[in-house]
């Protein structure tokens, strides 16, 4: 369905050659523009990682709503409709709000060059900075030290999710040179909590926060998180926290969950109580991280044979992730995965980890993607690691070619792209 903002978003799209060009002396300049709004933001929680930043912002989300506080947060990509980037007390923006905020970033450009992440994050921040939320949560879009959201020069916390390879043209060709992009949103003095990282990049993220002086809590080190029986154990210095385990699904959401509850625990007058915290570990929510699809087309095609899930992982770290899971919710059944993936993307570090646990695959193109990889080119890669794998003309086919020529029942797992599981969604109302 189109939104009244669809036209000056389109419009902004092309204000600069490149889709992505990491640099922040064009924000910086409208920023002065727009009379400085990051200096008026509420409190900021800022975020940097490869995986898991989306999921640790939903719970933390949860927790302070459920302590009654009103939430400001920033994510990127969005799925289905633009609004869902900017989020007040875990709702998108209305249109009106955000095509006032859009057309005031406009004019105050120009024409001059910006990309569109950068001037709908200027809007963003007037939105946060006349909102009346207490605090703001916010995730960086790709990198860290020159993310746009890189200019808030003193949150109130910083937080680093796990590191992974990953947008290795913009961030460089090793993790080590990932994690000195992340740790660019460390801030003299600002307290900094790590999540689960592999030591390449957890030593230069401990190398960064002493030369700027930051109190710096490792995973692993100076608090835990785990899954015990029923519960999540946090343990916290020298406090320990049973609480419920965390209602979305997969087995590393235990530690976004535990990075979620650490961080919350570090908000001064804002932290939520205990309660609040295990009240939000229920009810956060975060679309297509292995959600289940329960109505649309394809459900009614798979019929009570096979369960469809979908997930928008798309790097190495999301692939290790995902065969971690796997086998706890597959229940024994065979998996058939359906993949879509871009052509940027490294897939076959995606697909190693899970081709053991895969009983066939099929590859689709991305709709509306130019940038998609053509599905024979990804079939092939698949076999080549040992799956059983054909291309299909679209994620709707796959479906009905798996519902057709493999016994029930299965377990369907679409995934590959953000972009690919937006699709799925508004097919999927």
């Known amino acids: 369905m189109p939104s009244p903002t669809d036209p000056i978003l389109r419009r902004l799209a092309a204000l600069h050659p490149k889709k992505i060009d990491l640099s922040l002396g064009r924000i910086l300049r409208l920023l002065e523009r727009l009379g400085h709004p990051e200096r008026r933001l509420p409190p900021v929680v800022h975020i940097a990682g490869t995986n898991g930043k989306g999921s640790t912002l939903a719970f933390l989300d949860a927790m302070l709503l459920a302590a009654g506080r009103r939430t400001a947060r920033y994510i990127s990509p969005h799925l289905v409709r633009f609004n869902e980037r900017i989020l007040l007390d875990g709702e998108p923006v209305d249109d009106g709000r955000l095509l006032a905020a859009l057309e005031t970033a406009e004019r105050a450009n120009g024409e001059a060059p910006v990309t569109f992440f950068e001037i709908t994050t200027a809007a963003a921040f007037l939105i946060f900075a006349e909102s009346r939320a207490e605090i703001l949560l916010l995730e960086t879009g790709m990198g860290g030290r020159l993310d746009a959201t890189n200019v808030v020069e003193r949150p109130l916390l910083t937080l680093l999710s796990p590191v992974s390879m990953d947008h290795e043209v913009y961030l460089g060709p090793t993790l080590g040179a990932i994690a000195r992009e ?248």
Request: glycine share 10%; aromatic share 4%.
């Open 182 to 429: 992340k740790a660019g949103i460390l801030k003299p003095g600002v307290p900094a909590l790590c999540g689960p990282q592999k030591p390449e990049a957890l030593a230069v993220f401990e190398e960064r926060a002493r030369g700027l002086g930051c109190p710096l809590l490792v995973h692993g080190r100076d608090w835990h998180a785990r899954a015990a029986g029923e519960e999540l154990v946090v343990e916290d210095g020298a406090e320990r926290l049973a609480l419920p385990l965390p209602v979305l699904p997969g087995v590393h959401q235990i530690d976004n969950a535990g990075l979620a509850v650490v961080a919350a625990r570090r908000l001064g007058s804002l932290a939520p109580s205990p309660g609040a915290i295990a009240r939000g570990l229920r009810c956060a929510r975060w679309p297509a991280r292995l959600q289940r699809l329960s109505r649309g087309p394809m459900v009614e095609l798979a019929n009570d044979g096979f369960e469809l899930w979908l997930d928008g992982g798309h790097n190495p770290g999301a692939g290790e992730v995902l065969a971690a899971s796997l086998p706890a919710l597959a229940r024994g059944r065979p998996v058939h995965l359906v993949l879509g993936m871009l052509r940027s993307k490294d897939l076959a570090s995606f697909l190693r980890p899970l081709v053991p646990l895969i009983a066939s695959l099929r590859t689709v193109a991305v709709p509306d993607e130019p940038a998609s990889r053509d599905p024979r080119e990804g079939a092939e890669i698949a076999r080549a690691l040992g799956a059983r794998a054909e291309p299909a003309s679209s994620p709707l086919e796959a479906v009905r070619t798996i519902v057709r020529e493999e016994p029930p029942p299965g377990f369907v797992l679409i995934c590959g792209s953000l972009y690919l599981a937006g699709h799925v969604l508004r097919e999927h109302g």
